[in-house]
């Protein structure tokens, strides 16, 4: 096994454990194997381990890597994890299975469109600024209704949940319990929360898709350009 595989083996043993600790079972809880900046031949040992489920932040950096590996590989489901531009839609629509980034209504109304126009069945999340974050992307608490409307009025069937990515200098536990509320009050089965440092805690919280990068990878290499 390379050490890349090891190191999935260990994080989804630990996932298994944070699983029944908080009462739940391993299969409730999605592990997005975050490859962004990776390229195709870091991911394929992955691939070859049986994983099939990964997260990428750029639309372009995905399109270089994903088209030819899903050539090779079946059954592999692209979360798109980063911002996404409104120039960008149509692209990430024909390449992503879920886009965790619902963040304003301009993209409510793009994506919209794009999907209609596909025909495509893409999962849609929606990004919430837990924080409150003046530099991050992500829909204010206060300002989740209003986008939720938007999203239910031209996005319904395709609106799954919820994502966050709390501020590195807090305390994890508020932010995932925060995004658990609101996909229970919305009644939305997706809380997408957690990563390589806390995905434990997110799980205990009530994740049901854990994005785990450097966990499984190691340390990251420049982003690709492009």
């Not at 960008?88 to 469109?113: C, G, H, M, N, Y």
């Not at 997408?192 to 434990?200: I, N, R, V, W």
């Amino acid at each position: 096994m390379t050490q890349s595989q090891d190191q999935l083996a260990l994080v989804k043993e630990r996932i298994a454990r944070a699983a029944n600790k908080a009462g739940r079972k391993q299969i409730e809880v999605t592990l997005i194997a975050v490859s962004k900046t990776f390229e195709a031949e870091d991911i394929i040992p992955i691939l070859d381990a049986g994983h099939r489920v990964f997260g990428e932040n750029r639309v372009q950096e995905a399109q270089k890597k994903w088209p030819e590996l899903r050539q090779k590989y079946q059954g592999i489901e692209l979360h798109l994890i980063g911002p996404l531009q409104s120039n960008k839609v149509s692209e990430a629509v024909q390449l992503f299975d879920v886009i965790q980034t619902v963040d304003r209504p301009k993209l409510v109304a793009a994506l919209a469109k794009e999907i209609k126009t596909q025909a495509a069945s893409t999962k849609l999340l929606v990004q919430v600024n837990t924080g409150r974050e003046s530099q991050k992307a992500g829909v204010l608490p206060e300002e989740l209704g209003q986008i939720m409307d938007l999203c239910r009025e031209q996005l319904a069937s395709h609106m799954q949940g919820f994502m966050c990515i709390p501020p590195v200098e807090d305390e994890p536990r508020p932010h995932f319990r925060m995004l658990k509320d609101m996909a229970q009050t919305y009644q939305l089965p997706m809380v997408s929360m957690g990563m390589s440092s806390d995905f434990e805690t997110a799980i205990e919280e009530g994740a049901t898709c854990v994005r785990v990068g450097s966990a499984i990878f190691g340390t990251r290499p420049k982003i690709i350009a492009g």
